[in-house]
C-alpha cells in the first residue's frame, strides 16, 4: 500500500530496535484520508505482529499517536482494540487544520515487514 499522507523517518538502535516517525497536517476535509491511512497501518501491524506492547514486555511492536489543533491544543483520538482510529465530529469541524503524529517502534523484524509493506523511509 502506497501511503499519501504519512511519510516516515526511520532510526535505528544498536539493540536491533528502530522506530518510525511520521507527522501531516490536513484540513479538516481531508481529515478523513489521513486517518484512513493511520488505520492502514496499526491494522496491518496488529494483524502481522499481534498487540502492541513495549517491547521488554512481549510486545514486538508498540506506537504513540497524537493529533493537534492549530493552535497546538491536544485533540482527542480514539483508537479500537483492531487499530481503527477515529475523532468525534465536532473535534474534526472545529479545527482549522489537525496535525496527527504517529510514531510506530519494534523489533528489526517488524521494522524489515513495515518498511517492505508502506516503502516507509524510501
Known sequence: ????????DFSD???GHGSFDAMATVRPDRLP???TEV???LRWAHGMFGP????????EWDFDLQATGETGEALQVGIDRTGEVSF???VALAATTVTVTLTLGGSSSFCEALHLKFQADD
Open 1 to 8: 500500500m502506497q501511503l499519501h499522507y504519512l511519510l516516515f
Open 13 to 15: 538502535e544498536e539493540s
Open 33 to 35: 484520508a489521513l486517518l
Open 39 to 41: 488505520s492502514a497501518v
Open 52 to 59: 502492541a506492547g513495549a517491547a521488554g514486555e512481549e510486545g
Open 88 to 90: 468525534p465530529p465536532e
